[in-house]
T-cell receptor, first 116, second 114 residues
Framework: AQKVTQAQTEISVVEKEDVTLDCVYE???????LFWYKQPPSGELVFLIR??????QNEISGRYSWNFQKSTSSFNFTITASQVVDSAVYFC?????????????FGQGTRLTINP | DGGITQSPKYLFRKEGQNVTLSCEQN?????MYWYRQDPGQGLRLIYY???????QKGDIAEGYSVSREKKESFPLTVTSAQKNPTAFYLC?????????????FGPGTRLTVL
């Protein structure tokens, strides 16, 4: 069975601080995909990144960066110099295989609050 | 603009009534999904469809039904058999290909049973 664990239920930091959101996953698939989504107060999920199991390169996009480590089954997300607009619930998700419905399994989410 | 629309944004239902949530997409995606989100929890899959006239149960399909008569539309009916229907419902779509692609989500419908 596949499982995603986001142990941090809520995080609160002051603006401009760096913050890391943890994601640990479990899967028996050798090929799988990991995702991060942002859910602002409006409710709609916004796609942030996809990473496949063959690519362990870290990725940076502006203030956002992702650290994928297969050895520890983790896919952590760091926001550098956080801003109030980063306040949202962030979800890590997992999908297995090339074919099929490629259903997503979500973690429980981390509520991030950036205080001015 | 391409995207996914869900209506209504808020929905109130009396106990014992069936209610249908709308989901429409103009992204030309083959696959569509329905998720349920409860407060403080992640999303759980209700039903999904990979092609017109075909759909499969997800992890929590009991008390729900769907149809997929058109590529663009994937309505979800919450029946009176659903014991605790109050939740936030999200529809998503994905363009299937050899490589897994991300799912795109609609704005959601918040259902409250009175």
């Amino acid at each position: 069975a596949q499982k995603v664990t986001q142990a941090q239920t809520e995080i609160s930091v002051v603006e401009k601080e760096d913050v890391t959101l943890d994601c640990v996953y479990e899967t028996r698939d050798t090929t799988y995909y990991l995702f991060w989504y942002k859910q602002p107060p409006s409710g709609e999920l916004v796609f942030l990144i996809r990473r496949n199991s063959f690519d362990e390169q870290n990725e940076i996009s502006g203030r956002y960066s992702w650290n994928f480590q297969k050895s520890t089954s983790s896919f952590n997300f760091t926001i550098t110099a956080s801003q109030v607009v980063d306040s949202a619930v962030y979800f890590c998700a997992l999908s297995g295989g090339f074919q099929g419905a490629q259903k997503l399994v979500f973690g429980q989410g981390t509520r991030l609050t950036i205080n001015p | 603009d391409g995207g996914i629309t869900q209506s209504p944004k808020y929905l109130f239902r009396k106990e014992g009534q069936n209610v249908t949530l709308s989901c429409e997409q103009n992204l030309n995606h083959d696959a569509m999904y329905w998720y349920r989100q409860d407060p403080g929890q992640g999303l759980r899959l209700i039903y999904y469809s990979q092609i017109v006239n075909d759909f499969q149960k997800g992890d929590i399909a009991e008390g729900y039904s769907v149809s997929r008569e058109k590529k663009e539309s994937f309505p979800l009916t919450v029946t009176s058999a659903q014991k605790n229907p109050t939740a936030f419902y999200l529809c998503a779509s994905r363009h299937p290909g050899m490589w897994v692609n991300e799912q795109f989500f609609g704005p959601g419908t918040r259902l409250t049973v009175l």
